[in-house]
């Protein structure tokens, strides 16, 4: 700087390193000075409630919708309904019982609830559509449609951090990507769901939201039980 | 169709419906997950008579989880209470699942309806040992609120978080029909708010899975009771310490505002300024301190009044004084302690008879000189009125002065002084009040005697003299008095009686008639003989004066004091006021001796 002088310099540079060195502490300082035991996993705790919150969230929506259909179309017994078809995520193996959850691996499971979360994201979007084109369907049913549409995108978004984190903290390995070929999967039965009616979708969605639900609870009570489970 | 409903307990309940009786075939009444790993299914042999043993139906269940699923036999049988269990192995969550049943020669009983989910059949068990804490109680004591806690059910897996559970609580008074419900939480513990004392509550709970609406069986009841505490005791202790509080308050509040009463009713109701007559100490006048006002209106001493006051006042023209002792401050001598006030008011020479000339006269503007420069011989005004005095030692020379001084021995005066000397030890005995009946302009007062003789001399004096003056006939009829004025303790004290003066109405005035009959008002003692002339205490008025007198009311009010220590009256309106009877607007009398205001006002008017 042509009008600093030296001595201005000196001063800016001694603040520069402070600076730096106070980033460089801060990133190691976090809400655990000591490392304390299971201390350091409470933001991965709280990422989980919130995810789980958020899911929970999702799956009460999709009840809603549901049952709304069920009082105009089929009142069912046992909300069983009359499913024509498999879902279009039957092709994804998911554990279905207790001990079947808790045996297959984290990783697995995380990638198995990403994989869910794809595979329902452009279904729920076209749902929407059609939900709003039909006059009989009141305008909460239309809001909540696209509300359901909105959270599994902000649900995937927000499982992909958890599986960040927990990457980060060493708890899984790498090998959980982004599922790097959502694609890969829809084009297999990219079709299949179109030809679903909306009442099935909306009973399969009902059914893997419950799910993933219930992955997400199983993983954070597996990696990080002692806060709150 | 009437339907029968069999639940798990066997109870029966009819619902109304038809008439009709169709048989009933054989069904599943429910399929219940309490855990969600395993579940149970009911089911009824219906109306069939053909089924004699339970044995012969059997279940088959169908899991959809792929499209090659065929229908399996149940694995477990419970023939006692029809009831099919299906263990952890064989249930499989979020996968639909059919039942059917199966009778003999392959009789199916299938109905599309009984397909479900596991997790959509999922009632949990209630929850345990349920107990109940105190959290606080009312101040009143009569409504308290409970934390009750519990814990979840034994065969839901919650730790691992498989299951997610909602605890409702529900509770009611003992003897109360309906129940009062709690919100849906997923809490171990609760609170519950407004309990009455001395009412025994009863409370279970129950649980459902979260996002699902089925709720499982109710807990067994506890009972919540909390006996009411008699606060009466606190109550009134409270109260009495409240009222003694505010009572000490109020107390202390009063003595702060009695200690600052000055400057609180200073700061709520200022003073509002009142007018203040100088020179006049309202206070002394209110509280009757004579001697003290005398003093200070006297200016510490007799005699010295003029000078105190001329120079206090030298710049209030308005200020208007009686010069009591003008003679005195004109010829610079002191003040005579032992002259009597009622000599100075009467213009009685005192020590100095140098005083006494024309020079020492005020110089203002009364116009008393002109009254002096006529035929009134001052000199005799104040031998006159020397001789009017109650007997004082020092008198005698003021007696004797004028009678050296005058030349012109009138047998008048000398019988007069006669009298007077004669009449000073009758003067000293003689009653103190009297009535004025004249007033002389130099300032004598004239009294109204009781003597023929006077009367008689007087009117010899009055024809002599109504030829010189001729505007003063209507004077000369009249009986002429000198003032008495009774100074009988010297404080200076001068009643208003004393300044008293008859009026006589001229009518009556006969030139035969000199003297009046005295009608003392306000009579104290009479004089005692009073037909005597020696010891009359009144004089006769000299006729050279006498026509001077103006005739005036027996009463009137003294109007002022001039120069001579007369007392100026009030004439009455009839009578021509004698041009020698000036008005001093300009002086303002100065109160020898106690003057209520109200005097004072006429005295300056």
Known sequence: LPGLDPLSAVWVGIICLVFSSRLSTMKAASICPNDQTGCHLLPLANLFDRVIQHSARMHGISDDLHSEFELYFLPSKNQIGRVSRNCHTSTILTPNGKENAQRIAREELAEIILKLLVAWRDPLWHFHQSMSQHDEFTNFSSNKSLEMSDMVHELRKGVLKVVEKMQMLGIISNSVGDTGSPEALLTSDSAEWRFMKDYDLLYCFRRDSNKIQNYLKILKCRIVPKHGC | ?605
């Open chain 2, 1 to 605: 169709c009437v339907c029968l409903y069999v639940n798990l307990n066997g109870f029966l309940g009819l619902t109304l419906g038809t008439a009709l009786v169709t048989p009933v075939e054989p069904h599943f009444t429910e399929c219940m997950s309490r855990d969600l790993e395993t579940f149970r299914c009911w089911w009824s042999p219906g109306t069939f008579h053909n089924l004699s043993s339970p044995e012969e139906l059997r279940v088959f269940y169908l899991k959809r989880n792929s499209p090659s699923s065929e229908w399996k036999e149940c694995p477990e049988y419970s023939h006692l209470n029809r009831e099919c269990f299906f263990d952890a192995n064989h249930t499989s969550i979020w996968i639909p699942y059919c039942l059917q049943l199966r009778g003999q020669n392959n009789i199916t009983y299938f109905n599309e309806d009984d397909c479900f989910s596991v997790e959509n059949i999922v009632r949990p068990d209630p929850p345990v040992s349920l107990n109940w804490t105190l959290l606080i109680v009312s101040p009143s004591g009569l409504s308290y609120d409970v934390m009750v806690s519990w814990e979840p059910p034994p065969s839901a897996d919650v730790s691992t978080g498989w299951m997610r559970i909602e605890y409702e609580i529900q509770y009611r008074e003992r003897n109360a029909t309906t129940w009062e419900a709690l919100e849906t939480q997923p809490h171990t513990q609760q609170t519950i708010y407004g309990l009455q004392a001395g009412t025994e509550y009863e409370v279970h709970i129950r649980t459902k899975m979260k996002g699902f609406p089925k709720f499982g069986d109710f807990s067994d009841s506890i009972f919540v009771k909390v006996t009411e505490i008699p606060l009466r005791e606190s109550a009134v202790l409270l109260t009495l310490v409240l009222t003694f509080g505010v009572a000490g308050i109020l107390i202390l509040i009063m003595l702060i505002v009695v200690s600052h009463q000055q400057r609180l009713m200073m700061i709520l109701l200022p003073p509002v300024p009142a007018p203040k007559i100088k020179g006049i100490d309202s206070e002394l006048l209110k509280k009757g301190k004579l001697e003290e006002l005398d003093f200070i209106l006297n200016g510490g001493g007799l005699g010295g009044l003029p000078t105190y006051i001329s120079d206090y006042y030298q710049d209030e023209p308005w200020v208007e004084f009686i010069e009591v002792d003008e003679e005195d401050a004109d010829c610079g001598e002191k003040e005579d302690q032992k002259s009597s006030d009622t000599q100075r008011l009467l213009g009685l020479p005192q020590r100095s008879v140098g005083c006494f000339s024309a020079d020492s006269h005020p110089d203002d503007d009364s116009g008393r000189a002109s009254c002096y420069d006529t035929d009134l011989s001052e000199q005799d005004t104040h031998l006159l009125a020397a001789s009017l005095l109650p007997g004082q030692p020092e008198d005698e020379e003021a007696f004797l002065h004028p009678d050296e001084k005058a030349p012109a021995s009138e047998t008048n005066k000398s019988p007069l002084i006669q009298t007077e000397s004669e009449g000073k030890p009758t003067w000293i005995n003689t009653d103190l009040y009297a009535q004025v009946s004249n007033v002389m302009p130099s300032g004598g007062v004239v009294l109204s005697p009781g003597q023929q003789l006077r009367i008689q001399e007087n009117t010899e004096k009055e024809s002599q003299k109504k030829g010189t003056l001729g505007e003063d006939t209507s004077k000369l009829n009249k009986p002429q008095f000198q003032l008495l004025v009774v100074d009988p303790d010297g404080s200076g004290y001068t009643s208003e009686i004393t300044a008293r003066q008859i009026s006589t109405p001229p009518s009556s005035l006969v030139p035969g008639e000199g003297y009046q009959t005295i009608y003392p008002q306000p009579m104290e003692t009479k004089p005692a003989a009073p037909s005597e002339p020696n010891q009359s205490p009144y004089i006769l008025p000299d006729s050279p004066q006498t026509r001077l007198f103006a005739p005036v009311a027996d009463y009137t009010v003294v109007q002022e004091l001039d120069t001579h220590q007369s007392l100026l009256l009030n004439l009455p309106t009839q009578q021509p006021p004698p041009p020698c009877l000036p008005q001093h607007p300009l002086k303002a009398p100065v109160a020898i001796g106690y003057v209520t205001p109200d005097l004072l006002g006429n005295l300056s008017s």
